[in-house]
């Protein structure tokens, strides 16, 4: 029996942007998909989820949340594609995924899952694999799922700490001077990372000169959160990432509910904030000054509709062992 593990996401810079070639800064966090894996004779990919029940699309709001059904399709392919490339001995293998990253919120749940999946089951078959082996081929899923993903997502929770990614030819890995505080703050409606991309992508196409513009101010947002967090200026940091949000609403990808929280934890101390994510729902995050600045904002962001979640940075990304 093999099991391994991968940390979920928050972008804090350069989401969507980064589709259209800005670069963005991700930071791994400290919530978790785990995946265990045991090969199986008769040559069979079997895959089964268990994710907790207020994931899934329950409320009226989140009706056009995921099913459980949805969500297992690009898992089997994760398995599938993993098996193809190690070019086994014809073995199946049997995998049970968990998932205790809220889904449809913009904390990476498909990308950790599909990650976690593939390094479980080429870890069961004896394969270990390299690093960019699992993100290309963690590509296969996330396509099926998103369209046209960047590959931040996958890269983000495989690398794990916090990263600077253009493309998938240039990921780099970001020494941080100090961990900011960060809050995040589920507004608990689900959204569609692949059409709120293609409406931004198509978008750019119309308003040409527009994007352009954004594009420029996105560089340079994304090269001042990375030199924030080298340096350790939280007060920067917070400027940029309200920035940050100010240009996903221009670009049409933020909603009140978002706009509501973003507002609610400056008000509340907060240094900056923004949503993370594809946006139209999911989560916002918020940069604080001190952890009893954001018990403080945690209590307002509660009282204003979210779920606050304390997060902190997960160091190792996807890990894998055999017992
Ligand atoms: O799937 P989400 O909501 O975590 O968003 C992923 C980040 C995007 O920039 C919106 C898409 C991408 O592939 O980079």
Redesign the pocket.
């Known amino acids: 029996m093999t099991i391994a593990r991968a940390p979920g996401k928050i972008?804090l810079a350069g989401?969507?942007f980064?589709?259209l070639g800005a670069p963005?800064v991700a930071m791994a966090i400290d919530l978790y998909s785990y995946a265990e894996a045991k090969s199986n004779r008769a040559g069979q990919v079997n895959v089964g989820i268990d994710v907790p029940l207020r994931n899934l699309s329950t409320s009226r709001e989140s009706s056009r949340g995921p099913s459980a059904q949805r969500f297992l399709r690009p898992l089997s392919l994760a398995a599938e594609a993993t098996l193809d490339h190690i070019g086994g001995t014809g073995e199946g293998v049997d995998v049970n995924s968990e998932c205790e990253i809220p889904i449809a919120a913009?904390?990476?749940s498909s990308a950790s899952t599909t990650v976690s999946i593939i390094s479980a089951v080429s870890t069961c078959q004896g394969a270990a694999l390299e690093r960019k082996e699992i993100f290309d081929l963690a590509f296969i899923p996330e396509k099926f799922l998103?369209g046209k993903?960047?590959g931040?997502?996958q890269a983000t929770c495989i690398y794990g700490g916090i990263i600077e990614f253009t493309r998938p030819s240039n990921i780099r890995p970001l020494r941080i001077k100090t961990d900011p505080i960060l809050l995040l703050c589920d507004s608990g409606i689900h959204?569609e990372?692949k059409a709120?991309?293609g409406s931004v992508v198509k978008k750019s196409k119309i308003q040409r000169r527009d994007f352009r513009d954004y594009l420029t101010q996105m560089r340079s947002v994304s090269r001042g959160v990375a030199k924030s967090l080298r340096t350790g200026d939280d007060d920067y940091l917070g400027q940029l990432m309200t920035v940050n949000h100010e240009l996903l609403q221009k670009i049409g990808v933020s909603h009140p509910k978002l706009d509501h929280l973003v507002g609610v934890a400056k008000q509340a101390g907060a240094l900056g904030a923004k949503l993370t994510?594809?946006g139209g729902g999911?989560c916002i995050i918020a940069v604080c000054s001190t952890f009893p600045s954001r018990e403080r904002i945690a209590r307002k962001l509660r009282r204003a509709g979210g779920t606050p979640i304390k997060i902190s940075r997960d160091q190792n990304g996807v890990m894998a062992r055999s017992d």
């Open positions: 972008i989401e969507q980064v589709v963005a913009g904390l990476g998103h993903p960047s931040v997502d959204h990372t709120l991309v994510g594809a999911g």
